[in-house]
């Protein structure tokens, strides 16, 4: 299986290279065909307008990586579903579909695991596994349309791993659902979370994909910030915010900085304010303050982390805290509560019965 061709993983111009050379030999309009049928989730058996000789040509030789639903949780409450996913190699992750009146999202993973080490955080517990293919991203989106029969619109990559510690299979992956014949879904309906790999961030912004980007912040300093991610002692809260201003200042997106709310570690109205004062330092051009938002999210609680989530009250007086200051502050909606739609803990609990 390992030395077969991962042709989900190919964008159309690589995917007509193949299909015009050996062993397949077939003019180019063919590639359009069977990246279309990919994009469908359709296996090669079933590509009926390709002829029998090269679909059993492509079975020998390809392999398509999209996942298998191992296991569903539909929320009664709003009809979140959270899917548990089998790869190839048997290694399990997880997505969530969300409705909204905009249309479908899908929070996908970007690896098996996570080295990141946020201590909030179930994706990370046991570690990273290794990074997805671009291919199994995709065939994240794939297996969730043909298991609820709609299209999905939007997608975060939000879900288990840090997509920018998989840089280069996020960017393909972007390059692909973007791609025209396939699932063309507009980049602009697409948000790429990190911690805050500083480099990464960088990198992405010159790419000129126009990807919404989410920074995972979650505190207003270093030392607050440092308790809970790691990732803070290599680039502190000023570099990532600096970063940050550059992106926009490349991009013209604006940023969008989510912050979970912990009890007794970074809820108070203190520490409101200081986000609020270390946001309006850093994100500035001259005298004007760029745009962004602050999306706040009460923890999910994760067993064995002990930390716990903000009440109702404190929620609120941050979020009036932020607003009062000038910085536009929403308070995330819990879809799935009966499903704890959060990611992690699925993959958790399979691993540990499947060793």
């Known amino acids: 299986m390992n030395d077969k061709t991962d042709i989900l993983r190919l964008l159309p111009d690589e995917l007509e290279a193949l299909i015009t050379s050996p062993p397949y030999s077939q003019p180019k309009f063919r590639a359009g065909q069977i990246f279309s049928w990919l994009s469908r989730g359709v296996g090669f058996d079933g590509m009926t307008n390709l002829p029998l000789s090269l679909r059993t040509t492509l079975s020998q030789n390809c392999i398509i990586k999209t996942p298998t639903v191992e296991r569903r949780l539909v929320s009664s409450a709003d009809g979140t579903i959270k899917y548990l996913f089998?790869?190839?190699?048997?290694?399990?992750i997880e997505a969530v579909y969300m409705k909204y009146e905009h249309g479908n999202t899908l929070c996908v993973s970007s690896q098996v695991g996570c080295r990141m080490g946020c201590r909030f955080c179930a994706s990370t517990k046991s570690g990273r596994v290794r990074d997805l293919a671009?291919?199994?991203?995709?065939?994240?989106?794939?297996?969730?349309?043909?298991?609820?029969?709609?299209r999905i619109s939007n997608v975060v990559m939000m879900g288990i791993g840090e997509p920018l510690d998989n840089y280069d299979e996020t960017v393909r992956f972007?390059?692909?659902?973007?791609?025209?014949?396939?699932?063309?879904?507009?980049?602009?309906?697409?948000?790429?979370?990190?911690?805050?790999l500083v480099p990464r961030i960088r990198d992405l912004a010159e790419t000129s994909l126009p990807v919404t980007?989410?920074?995972?912040?979650?505190?207003?300093?270093?030392?607050?910030?440092?308790?809970?991610?790691?990732?803070?002692?290599k680039y502190g809260v000023?570099?990532?915010?600096?970063?940050?201003?550059?992106?926009?200042?490349?991009?013209?997106?604006?940023?969008?900085?989510?912050?979970?709310?912990i009890s007794g570690k970074n809820d108070s109205p203190e520490d409101a304010?200081?986000?609020?004062?270390?946001?309006?330092?850093?994100m500035r051009d001259g005298e004007r303050t760029l745009p962004m938002h602050v999306n706040l999210i009460p923890l999910n609680d994760v067993e064995g982390t002990g930390l716990s989530r903000s009440s109702r009250e404190a929620v609120r007086r941050f979020a009036d805290t932020?607003?009062?200051?000038?910085?536009?502050?929403?308070?995330?909606?819990?879809?799935?509560?009966?499903?704890?739609?959060?990611?992690?803990?699925?993959?958790?609990?399979?691993?540990?019965?499947?060793?």
């Open 86 to 92: 089998r790869l190839y190699d048997d290694n399990f």
């Open 213 to 233: 980007l989410s920074i995972s912040l979650h505190a207003p300093d270093d030392g607050t910030r440092s308790a809970i991610m790691p990732i803070n002692n």
């Open 273 to 282: 304010r200081r986000l609020a004062a270390v946001l309006k330092r850093h």
């Open 322 to 355: 932020l607003s009062s200051l000038g910085i536009t502050a929403t308070v995330r909606r819990r879809l799935g509560p009966d499903i704890n739609a959060a990611c992690g803990q699925l993959r958790i609990n399979s691993s540990e019965q499947k060793q």
């Open 134 to 150: 671009a291919s199994e991203i995709l065939g994240e989106i794939i297996a969730a349309e043909l298991d609820t029969g709609t």
């Open 174 to 196: 972007l390059h692909l659902i973007s791609a025209p014949g396939g699932l063309s879904i507009g980049l602009r309906h697409v948000s790429v979370s990190t911690c805050g």
């Open 238 to 261: 000023s570099e990532l915010l600096d970063a940050c201003r550059d992106w926009f200042l490349t991009t013209g997106r604006r940023i969008s900085f989510e912050y979970t709310l």
